[in-house]
């Protein structure tokens, strides 16, 4: 995915100003700026972003990174589709019952329908929620058909996802460096995913530092130097073994500050939630950048794996009572069957959905799109 600068408003002074240990040069204008993305994908429409700064000197930033919201959705579409299709196979069975549909089967096509939803981790709360509120309008004439029937069930979805997690953008307030800490627990893709946000980021026109936050994990640390590479990033590592992860993450984001960074991403020790000590370290790790920068981190994105279903909402619930969660990286969704634990997960905690990871590909992370989701599982 290739990022140009491709319009502003006014012809201020540039400043050219080399990204650190790197031979790019990024061209700083005065705000504001508009970034436009190509997908990769043949046809594809151009994607705009607004980015906006509060002066040269302080280099202060509004939402750097407003992440496609007006990319062609037939694009979002494809991406998802391709990426949902377990999930998809389950919720077909839907189209079946509803095709010879009729009023005297409403009960038993009813009960098939949650029975499907359940299979694909929708969660029982939801379920009945969505069931009920469809048997109702059935009853009382305000659906007549299936079409109407599958139409109000896409609506139900689509309304907890845009209701209870509408803020699927990230939120990098108005200081340099903005700080995004990515936590989990072990085997989620969390080092991955914050590769692939990095490739992201900087695809859009971010300057970005990699902080290797994970000192327990031996690997950890050469696997985000592999994505730092990949990506043409720099990186702070630990300097000696043992390092307190806090410490790690504190020097990054002094260098992205000194430094003139847009973006450090925070990766950190994968951990599970009932490990209490471990958890504590992250409240360390917060309050380590917090020093450095006011109000930082901006984000706390946890990683999830699509894989668990609904065994993820006790993880979930546990990082956010710990460090308060601002948004789920829901990884693996393009293996797994159970796609409607993405709606669980937002009607529990309130809390969106940013991205989703649907294949291998660096390009896979894709930022969550309710409406292209909800038409992907249920086409």
């Not at 997690?165 to 939120?171: S, V």
Request: with cysteine; proline share 3%.
């Amino acid at each position: 995915m290739a990022a140009s600068l491709s319009h502003k408003l006014s012809n201020p002074p540039r400043d050219s100003i080399s990204s650190p240990g790197s031979t790019t040069v990024f061209n700083h204008l005065s705000p504001p700026l508009f970034f436009r993305v190509q997908s990769s994908t043949a046809g594809a429409q151009f994607s705009k972003f607004r980015c906006s700064a509060a002066g040269s000197e302080t280099g202060f930033f509004t939402k750097l990174g407003r992440l496609i919201k007006e990319k062609a959705k037939k694009d979002v579409e494809k991406i998802f589709s391709g990426g949902f299709s377990k999930t998809r196979d389950n919720l077909a069975v839907i189209d079946e019952l509803l095709l010879y549909w009729n009023l005297s089967d409403t009960d038993r096509v009813l009960d098939e329908i949650e029975e499907i939803l359940l299979v694909s981790d929708f969660g029982p709360k939801i379920t009945i929620k969505i069931v009920e509120s469809l048997r109702d309008d059935i009853y009382a004439g305000k659906l007549k058909s299936g079409i109407e029937i599958k139409d109000a069930l896409k609506k139900s979805v689509l309304d907890i996802l845009t209701n209870k997690g509408a803020k699927t953008e990230l939120k990098l307030g108005f200081r340099k460096p903005a700080v995004i800490m990515i936590v989990g627990v072990n085997g989620g893709g969390k080092t991955t995913s914050l590769g692939k946000l990095a490739y992201r980021l900087k695809s859009e026109g971010a300057t970005i530092l990699l902080a290797a936050g994970d000192t327990f994990r031996a690997a950890a640390s050469d696997q985000l130097e592999i994505w730092a590479e990949r990506t043409g990033c720099e990186i702070v590592s630990a300097e000696k073994e043992k390092a307190k992860a806090s410490a790690v993450l504190s020097q990054a984001v002094k260098k992205g500050k000194e430094q003139g960074f847009d973006i450090v991403l925070c990766d950190t020790s994968g951990r599970l939630h009932t490990n209490y000590s471990l958890m504590e370290e992250l409240i360390a790790c917060k309050k380590a950048i917090a020093k450095i920068v006011n109000g930082a981190p901006n984000e706390i994105l946890l990683v999830l794996d699509g894989t668990t279903g609904l065994n993820m909402l006790p993880q979930a619930r546990e990082f956010n009572e710990v460090v308060g969660i601002t948004g789920f990286i829901l990884t693996k969704l393009d293996g797994s069957a159970r796609g409607g634990c993405v709606v669980s997960v937002v009607d529990e905690l309130g809390i969106p959905v940013k991205f989703v990871g649907v294949g291998e590909g660096v390009e896979d992370l894709q930022p969550f799109e309710a409406e292209a989701f909800v038409n992907a599982i249920f086409s």
